[in-house]
């Protein structure tokens, strides 16, 4: 298993992992536009993020098996220079759940933070998602607060707990 930085030439098989885990992801998180899941939506997806990327506002990573296939992906988002922190975000296939890809992931992000500026880190999970709550304290993130009312997932309301994390230089 690996990280790797997004690129414009993962089109193709962005949209495919994205499509065959729609329903999965949009289980637990808001759903995304309709225009995301077409070839021009992705491309502009890919686009977005890699400006913001070399812009120093996001850090887009992709998971990969020891096939290079994309089971995951995985970034740091809202880069604030100023605060010396940042957003995570993590989204694992249906297909490889339970099998410590979350948990690697999120410890890799976590060596790459501070080369990237951030020494704070924001992850919000919803208080249904267990697993991603489990993989959040395995690495070191604690409980900062509850957030009532802060998705709109499956037509209904959620509430999140915030997790922070602070990076030892």
């Not at 100023?82 to 690697?104: E, F, P």
């Not at 070191?140 to 209904?156: C, D, H, S």
Request: hydrophobic share 40%; proline share 3%; with cysteine.
């Amino acid at each position: 298993m690996q990280l790797r930085l997004l690129d414009k030439k993962d089109d193709k098989a962005l949209l495919m992992f994205e499509l065959k885990n729609k329903a999965w992801f949009e289980s637990y998180i808001e759903a995304r536009e309709p225009t995301f899941y077409s070839p021009r939506g992705i491309q502009q997806h890919i686009a977005d993020f890699l400006t913001q990327y070399h812009k120093g506002q996001r850090l887009p990573l992709l998971i990969l098996n020891d096939d290079n296939d994309i089971i995951g992906r995985i970034n740091l988002h809202k880069i604030c220079r100023q605060t010396d922190s940042a957003y995570l975000g993590y989204r694992v296939g249906k297909n490889n759940i339970n099998r410590g890809v979350a948990s690697y992931a999120v410890k890799q992000i976590l060596t790459l933070a501070p080369q990237n500026g951030v020494k704070y880190i924001i992850a919000l999970a919803s208080t249904a998602n267990k697993p991603s709550q489990i993989v959040l304290i395995k690495n070191g993130f604690y409980k900062k607060r509850l957030i009532f009312n802060k998705a709109f997932v499956n037509g209904q309301q959620i509430d999140c707990i915030e997790y922070q994390k602070e990076i030892s230089l």
